[in-house]
């Protein structure tokens, strides 16, 4: 057992700090890692994060989202309390967080979600040595593994030669995911406007804001038919929506960790599913467990009795939190604009 962690029906708390991290309902005093909605709600009293985790909260929620708001680069520490607080990269969105709390001679890491590929739109995952590490398991089965973002890239690009008089209509979540399909689609060297929904519009100017780059970009605005051949991207819910029918006959491109499930792939119409997720796969949770040195795992988020199950079988304490509040990015309700 941490010393340092509870569970409570709000979430993760930390006693010594008297702070809940990315807590699911309303807390005094709340640590937030990253700015999806199942992290990062409004109506805390205080807020602790990066300055662009709180500039996406005040995007999403408007700028009273919290009493008091406070910003802490990656790796300056705080006192909270009793605890010594940092911040370091999780590699998963822009300005996405684990929480290192250190106390006692004690250290816990809260990943909140994570992921060990490379993202042109974000700083990348720290290795944070801990004696208790709470895990992500959102992908947490020896089935998922996530194949380098350059080759689905290229099968997008691939279709746009072979079809080059349908609209692509990539689906992709408005934080951290447009925005990764964007740079690495330019990555690749394509180099054409590229079109987005409204509903994409604001976050990726915070990106841009931010010093990220992503080439030529218009709203789609009304435009339809004129599109074919051009790239559009647009929530995934947009995929099946009667929007899409102004493009004619678009191929549907869906970017999501699922699409490794054909099931997920049918269900979202995806024609064309492209393999690109925010999260760690199997083989980087285990990896990452394993290097952070943590005899102590907490899972949680996700398939979290197979993680455990390997866990314990690499000699490690392991246990599921069951934690309610989080989604797995694609089915819960609201899910429409976050991650997988
Ligand atoms: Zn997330
Ligand atoms: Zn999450």
Known sequence: MSDLLTITPEGLFCAAADAHIDPVRPVAKAIITHGHADHARAGHGAVLATRQTLDIMAIRYGENFCGTAQDTGYGDTLK???????????????????????????????????????????????????????????????????????SEIAKLLASLDLFPDQTHLVGAYALGKAQRVLAEIRAAGYDKIIYLHGALEKLTAYYQSQGIDFGPLEPVGKRGKELQGEIVLCPPGQLSDRWARRFGDPVAVMASGWMRVRARARQRGAELPLILSDHADWDDLCRTILETGADQIWVTHGAEEALVHWCELNGRNARPLNMIGYDDGEDADGAQLEGA
């Open 80 to 150: 909270v309390g009793a605890v010594d607080v940092s911040l370091h990269p999780a590699g998963h969105v822009l300005g996405s967080a684990q929480v290192l709390l250190e106390a006692g001679g004690k250290r816990t890491v809260v990943s909140g979600d994570y992921k060990r590929q490379s993202d042109p739109t974000c700083a990348p995952f720290e290795l944070v040595i801990c004696d208790t590490f709470v895990t992500e398991a959102t992908f947490g089965l020896p089935v998922f593994r996530h194949p380098p973002a350059r």
